[in-house]
């Protein structure tokens, strides 16, 4: 039984199925206003060493509307690692808190602050990965296609977090994953390895976005400079000017080529406002359904810990 959520890989193909079908239950019990409240009387700790939008208000959103209660600590708060060790960290929330949600610099410590957890930890993205925000994407991609399979999608941007995780995806989930990237900014070779070695996704680095994005059914770009790299923005403009997500390379993909993007965005930067807000961006729908997918992950992690509820 899965305890924390920490790379989109620790779930199984079934696992992860299962979490898109709790998803869509939950999504429709939002939608229809139900009285569901299966957190009452639970807390989370959120953990945010970065800033952010989407998942901060997604999950306290998500979380209260579930029937808990959500505490935000920000960047100055506790000062995890620095002011307080990951472990000790660890051992007191566990001893306040139901469940742990954390956005950390170093992947290390979120593998450490879950390992001296007694409650479940939910990684909401390090500088290594975003596991959240792609459960959250292939969710979206399976309500517009209605199917995963022969699904091509091809990342155009920085070799960074949202490729890694789509390589975790890749090693349970069957499809053909292009990451095209600027040479010198590609992905973890480690990962990338791992992810073939399952055998199951036909997954390839390419530094000729053209060439990446033919037949692909969804194009998918991210900054091209991360949190952390922000003092590195203006050089890499230039290095990946070739790189922008602009009307052409959409022309190039399939006719319905959806666009994706986990945003925060730099309109006009790795993507065009034309490309953004043009009828092939789902933009939106991605964002909106963090907090579906996220409380489908929640609901899971809490059942298998404290079973006092039931789900489905
Ligand atoms: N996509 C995402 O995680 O957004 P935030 O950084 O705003 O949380
Ligand atoms: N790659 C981006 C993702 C933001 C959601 C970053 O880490 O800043």
């Not at 073939?196 to 036909?202: E, F, H, R, V, Y």
Request: aromatic share 10%; charged share 25%.
């Amino acid at each position: 039984m899965i305890k924390n959520f920490l790379h989109v890989s620790d779930f199984s193909n079934n696992q992860i199925n299962e979490i898109f079908d709790i998803a869509s239950w939950i999504k429709n019990k939002f939608y229809s206003n139900e009285n569901y409240l299966p957190f009452r009387n639970k807390t989370m700790s959120m953990i945010f060493a970065k800033p952010s939008a989407r998942t901060r208000v997604s999950f306290e959103t998500g979380f209260y509307r579930l029937g808990g209660h959500a505490l935000y600590l920000g960047p100055n708060d506790i000062g995890i690692g620095k002011r307080e060790s990951v472990s000790d960290i660890a051992n007191v929330l566990s001893r306040f808190n139901d469940i742990i949600m954390a956005r950390l610099f170093d992947h290390k410590h979120v593998l450490e602050l879950a390992e001296n957890s007694s409650v479940p930890v939910i990684n909401g993205l390090t500088d290594f990965n975003h596991p959240c925000q792609i459960v959250a994407d292939i969710f979206t991609i399976l309500e517009h296609r209605k199917t995963l399979d022969d699904l091509k999608v091809t990342y155009v941007g920085d070799g960074n977090n949202i490729v890694h995780s789509w390589f975790e995806l890749a090693s349970i989930i069957p499809m053909e994953f292009v990451c095209a990237c600027p040479k010198g900014f590609e992905p973890d070779q480690k990962l990338l390895d791992q992810a073939l070695m399952s055998g199951l996704s036909k997954i390839s680095v390419t530094n000729d976005p053209e060439f990446g994005v033919k037949d692909a059914d969804v194009i998918y770009t991210d900054v091209w400079a991360s949190m952390g790299q922000k003092e590195e923005a203006l050089e890499r403009r230039k290095i990946f000017e070739p790189y922008q997500v602009n009307k052409n390379l959409i022309d190039i993909a399939l006719e319905n080529v959806l666009f994706m993007h986990c945003l925060p965005a730099e309109r006009g930067v790795e993507v065009t406002d034309e490309v953004c807000d043009s009828k092939n961006s789902i933009i939106f729908d991605q964002a909106e359904n963090r907090m579906h997918a996220q409380n489908a992950i929640m609901l899971k992690l809490m059942h298998n810990k404290y079973n006092d509820f039931t789900i489905l």
